[in-house]
């Protein structure tokens, strides 16, 4: 079983900056392809940003130049940097793990979830 932690969301005003971690319990972490979702109320949940295990990325249209996704396989950890918030930005972001090389935005190609973290942009 791989437990999923993420920490870091909060409140913040538009403009600013907050930074996502998620800590995984997964044996051979660096085996897996991790990734960032997010999902607002009444809203699907929708992809952020990937990265696979060969450290390859890709993003939403909506969060490329603002958001940075990172992964330290020696810590088991993945991060998303998020600057240039905006209020559209705010949702529950969950941090998810498959298995294999392949990175992708595809919720349902997923095949572990964390409970989420909360952020919030004010304008």
């Known amino acids: 079983q791989v437990q999923l932690v993420e920490s870091g969301g909060g409140s913040v005003r538009s403009g600013g900056s907050l930074k996502l971690s998620c800590t995984s319990s997964a044996y051979a972490y660096s085996t897996y392809s991790m990734a960032w979702f997010r999902q607002a109320p009444g809203k699907e949940r929708e992809g952020v940003a990937a990265v696979a295990r060969d450290g390859g990325t890709i993003y939403a249209d909506s969060v490329k130049g603002r958001f940075t996704i990172s992964r330290d396989n020696a810590k088991n950890t993945l991060n998303l940097q998020m600057n240039s918030l905006k209020p559209e930005d705010t949702a529950m972001y969950f941090c998810?793990?498959?298995?294999?090389?392949?990175?992708?935005?595809?919720?349902?190609?997923?095949?572990?979830w964390g409970r989420g973290t909360q952020v919030t942009v004010s304008s």
């Open positions: 998810a793990a498959r298995g294999g090389p392949l990175k992708t935005l595809e919720a349902r190609l997923y095949h572990h």
